[in-house]
C-alpha cells in the first residue's frame, strides 16, 4: 500500500510541542499563531471560539484546533478539569494542502479513537512523570498522535468530499500525492495543469461514471 502521508511530511514540517499537563480551573485563552491539540481526560469543561458554538466537554476527548482560530477554555465555580495541551504546527502557514483541507475545529471522543489508545497511554503515563527528557519525550509522542489522528482521518471518518476523502480513495490517492508537492500554484492556468497531471496520474476506472465520481470526490464543482 502507497504511503499517503510519506511526501507532504517530507516537504510540510509537522511539530508538537506539550505546554500544559493537569489540573485546570477557571478560564484561558488561546491566540497564538499556530494549532493546538487539546486532550481532556476528565471534565467538565465548555470549549467556546468564532468558528464554532459553545461546546460543553463531559467526557474524555480530543479538541483539534489545526490551524490558527482564536478560542477559550472555561471550568465552571467549583469545576476542575483535567487536560493535555500542545502547541501543533502542520504547515499550514506554507501552504500543507492537507493542514488546509481539515475543518477549523475537531471534537472526537478519545472512545472512537481505539487506534490511538496505545500513544495516549504512552503520553499520559510520561507526562506524570518527572524523569530527565521529559519534555522531549512528550513532545515525540504528541507527533506520533498527530500522524496517527491524520491515518485516522484519511480512512474516512471526516467526510465524503474533500483532500481526505480522496486520499481515502486508493486510486485517487496515487493522483494525488505527487500533485500536492507543488507549493503555492500560480494562476488559473497552472491550477488546471496540475488537475490534468493528476488526472493523467490516476488509473481510470473502465466506468466513466465511476471516474467522474471519484473525481468529484476531489473537486466537488467539477473541472
Known amino acids: 500500500m502507497a504511503d499517503r502521508l510519506a511526501g507532504l ?3 510540510y514540517s509537522l511539530s508538537a510541542r506539550v505546554f500544559h499537563s493537569g489540573a485546570f480551573c477557571g478560564q484561558h485563552h488561546y ?12 471534565g467538565p469543561i465548555t470549549a467556546r471560539s468564532p468558528v464554532h458554538e459553545d461546546l460543553l466537554v463531559t467526557e474524555p476527548s480530543l479538541l483539534f484546533y489545526p490551524r490558527v482560530a482564536s478560542h477559550r477554555f472555561v471550568a465552571a465555580p467549583g469545576d476542575t478539569a483535567e ?4 502547541e501543533v ?3 499550514a502557514s506554507t501552504g500543507n494542502p492537507l493542514a488546509m483541507a481539515l475543518p477549523s ?9 481505539p487506534g490511538l489508545g496505545p500513544t495516549l497511554e504512552l503520553l499520559f503515563a510520561e507526562a506524570e512523570r518527572d524523569q530527565c527528557g521529559r519534555q522531549a ?7 506520533l498522535l498527530l500522524i496517527q489522528l491524520l491515518r485516522y482521518l484519511m480512512d474516512g471518518r471526516l467526510g465524503a468530499t474533500g483532500l481526505l476523502a480522496g486520499l481515502a480513495d486508493p486510486k485517487l490517492a496515487r493522483a494525488i500525492t505527487p500533485c500536492t508537492m507543488r507549493r503555492r500554484p500560480r494562476g488559473r492556468s497552472r491550477r488546471w495543469r496540475r488537475r490534468r497531471a ?9 466506468s466513466r461514471t465511476r471516474w467522474a465520481s471519484r ?9
Open 31 to 42: 491566540a497564538a499563531p499556530h494549532g493546538y491539540i487539546h486532550l481532556v481526560r476528565r
Open 83 to 86: 487536560r493535555l495541551c500542545a
Open 105 to 113: 475545529m475537531l471534537l472526537i471522543p478519545l472512545a472512537d479513537l
Open 137 to 143: 519525550a512528550i513532545d515525540r509522542l504528541c507527533e
Open 215 to 223: 473525481r468529484a470526490t476531489i473537486w466537488p464543482t467539477g473541472g
Open 198 to 206: 493528476c488526472h493523467a496520474r490516476a488509473s481510470p476506472p473502465r
Open 89 to 91: 504546527d502542520l504547515g
Open 9 to 11: 511530511l517530507r516537504h
